[in-house]
């Protein structure tokens, strides 16, 4: 038989997945340490069991006693799992940047979870590390976890994520690629890799807005470098005491965006739908490619799922939002036609008149006037209905007696999703009107090669 005895053993030897369409231009092979398959979906159920685990052995955590923690989510997901396992309750304080899903899933396992600001440094009394501390030193037989400070954080690595990695590999692995924040999962694993081999480079990513980068590069802790980001679970305000950065030998910055953009990516191309940090570390790797060289190989760390960010970076309007997705717009689709007028037939024209135009120019959808105003439209599709229907003497009618729905007008800056939204099976295309005045005609075909390209 093979039953685990409780959740908690089923954490780590998570699958190294080769990455095959989204690295082809890369010079060597890359392969996804993909976190995503422990049971709380993500990297930290390795060190919230660890942490607890040495604050038993080290009596600062008895049976009945409350964990308290500052986590973004998945460092609580991993606590809550393992105090339900072992016996403890749960109050985590976390931010208003993290998802609202992230926060709901805490609550189902059992954790009290309290919401503070993000945007205050962390020795203000309402910072989420601030709220800890306190709770902690109030609450009798708590213990606060301190995951940036808690060296058995970056010892779970050490002892598991970086063994796994070793083996995984056949020693073969020459560049650990991790998003990093606590500091953790990357000295942890990067310290073991070292100890194996030396030469393995170790490349930290951080989010534009963190200090780290410029604290590796200079020795600075510079307040100046720090600014709002979005990417959750990475980067820092300040140095967390798990860094040990003689492991690391680069640190590279991410923006938000190109995060964003790669973690969809990942999915679209490789089938891997992770969180946000994934996105970082692999457009991490991608900036610092001029680095790598054939027979090397690369391993991403993908530290957890993208199911709690649905309403984020999977989400068009969410990314639109923040300027993460290029929005293509009326104008944008008619802008490679130069100033060709649009095709219209008046009210009175036959219907055989309209399918001749139709032919001649190629094209399904004509709007139809009346006075200079667009009073309808004939279409093929409408037109051979007709046809099957009533017999060819429709083609004698004048198109005023066969109209179709007049096109919906828009102005040249309304975007893509707006547009697709406006088409319907009436309704084959849009009319958009420039600042002369003159009409321009966007189809479902023209719809659908944007939506392509
Ligand atoms: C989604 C995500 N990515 C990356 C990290 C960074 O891992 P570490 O804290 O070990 O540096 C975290 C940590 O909270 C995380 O939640």
């Not at 306190?134 to 779970?156: G, H, M, T, V, W």
Request: glycine share 8%; aromatic share 8%; with cysteine.
């Amino acid at each position: 038989m093979d039953i685990k005895n409780n959740i908690l053993e089923t954490i780590g030897n998570t699958p190294l997945i080769r990455l095959n369409k989204i690295a082809r231009n890369l010079p060597c092979a890359v392969a996804a340490k993909v976190e995503y398959f422990n049971p709380g979906n993500s990297a930290k159920d390795r060190m919230a069991v660890k942490m607890i685990e040495v604050a038993e052995q080290e009596g600062k955590l008895k049976r009945g006693g409350t964990i308290i923690e500052g986590t973004s989510g998945n460092t609580g997901m991993g606590l809550a799992l393992t105090a339900i396992v072992r016996g403890y309750s749960c109050i985590f304080t976390t931010t208003d940047k993290q998802s609202k899903e992230k926060i709901d899933i805490l609550k189902a396992l059992g954790a009290e979870v309290i919401v503070c600001p993000t945007n205050v440094e962390p020795a203000d009394p309402r910072s989420y590390y601030s709220v800890a501390r306190r709770l902690a030193k109030e609450i009798p037989n708590s213990f606060y976890i301190n995951q940036y400070d808690n060296l058995a954080n970056r010892l779970a690595h050490y002892e598991t994520t970086g063994p796994e990695l070793w083996e995984q590999t056949d020693g073969k692995i020459t560049h650990l690629v991790v998003a990093t924040g606590t500091g953790g999962t990357v000295t942890g694993t990067a310290k073991f890799l070292k100890e194996k081999n030396p030469a393995i480079q170790v490349w930290a990513i951080d989010p534009q807005g963190s200090l780290l980068t410029k604290y590796f590069r200079t020795g600075e802790i510079d307040m100046k470098e720090v600014r709002p980001y979005v990417t959750e679970g990475i980067g820092e305000d300040f140095v967390p005491l798990n860094y040990e950065m003689q492991y690391i030998d680069e640190f590279e910055q991410v923006s938000d965006k190109q995060a964003a953009l790669m973690s969809r990516r990942l999915a679209k191309e490789e089938g891997l739908f992770c969180g946000y940090s994934a996105g970082t570390a692999l457009q991490g790797l991608f900036q610092l490619k001029h680095k790598l060289k054939k027979g090397d190989l690369a391993v991403v760390i993908l530290h957890d799922h993208g199911s709690r960010y649905v309403g984020k970076i999977y989400n068009d309007q969410w990314m639109m939002e923040r300027g993460f997705l290029d929005i293509k717009t009326f104008g944008d689709i008619i802008s490679g036609r130069g100033s060709k007028a649009l095709i219209a037939v008046p009210a009175t024209h036959t219907a055989a008149e309209a399918i001749e135009l139709m032919q001649k120019y190629h094209i399904e959808n004509i709007p139809v006037t009346d006075k200079e105003q667009f009073i309808g439209s004939v279409s093929e599709s409408g037109l051979f209905a007709k046809m099957m229907k009533d017999g060819q003497e429709i083609k004698n009618k004048a198109v005023r007696d066969i109209l179709e729905p007049a096109y919906p007008v828009v102005s040249l800056d309304t975007p893509l999703d707006r547009l697709s939204a406006l088409i319907s099976k009436e309704n084959g295309a849009v009319l958009g009107r420039d600042e002369a005045g003159n009409y321009h005609i966007v189809t479902k075909y023209d719809i659908i090669q944007a939506l392509a390209n």
